[in-house]
């Protein structure tokens, strides 16, 4: 049996620790493979919704690993964007079909943008001076999960759900902003 030097076996000890951390943040992040997988069948551009949903996993797994209010923001980001993702799609596709017009779309998405963002205000106010990175990981994450359920109706859902975002965060960050 051969001896491992003190610091070596922390060095093991340690890789294997972050290489944990690793696997049960991708694990977590797979909500993200679930929604890319959807986007693609449903969708006119699989590219996109492969080359968006890998950024999302990507960037989920990087805050989760990352811990603490980056993991706060990713949980509740992936949480938040699943809602982001599904209330266009059987709103529109499912409620409206063929009839949906540029206005519907613009309209339901920037709802659902104001809807999501509203609630991660709420969560974000009880983070105290943490508020701006909560935000802007959890608002980072659905909207790219929205964009995988927009993708289906273009370029026009995409930005009323970012308008619609930004538009219910936009009072916490200027309160926040004063109070600080």
């Excluded at 000890?13 to 929604?35: D, K, N, T």
């Excluded at 980056?70 to 992936?78: S, T, V, Y």
């Excluded at 964009?147 to 970012?162: A, K, N, R």
Aim: a positive charge; glycine letters at 12%.
């Amino acid at each position: 049996m051969t001896m491992i030097a003190p610091d070596r076996f922390i060095e093991h000890a340690r890789r294997a620790y972050e290489w944990g951390r690793l696997e049960h943040a991708a694990l977590q992040s797979s909500v993200a493979l679930l929604l890319t997988a959807i986007s693609v069948g449903v969708c006119r551009e699989s590219a996109w919704s492969v080359a968006i949903g890998a950024s999302l996993f990507v960037l989920a797994t990087s805050l989760l690993w990352l811990g603490r209010t980056a993991a706060r923001a990713a949980r509740a980001g992936l949480r938040a964007g699943v809602l982001a993702f599904a209330i266009p799609i059987v709103v529109l596709h499912g409620y409206f079909g063929a009839d949906c017009s540029i206005e519907t779309v613009l309209i339901v998405n920037a709802l659902t943008g104001l809807v999501v963002g509203v609630l991660l205000s709420v969560q974000a106010m009880r983070l105290g001076g943490r508020c701006y990175a909560y935000l802007f990981g959890a608002g980072t994450l659905v909207i790219l999960s929205g964009t995988l359920g927009c993708l289906f109706f273009g370029p026009i859902g995409v930005t009323g759900m970012v308008v619609g975002y930004f538009v219910a965060t936009a009072p916490v960050m200027v309160y926040r902003g004063a109070t600080a």
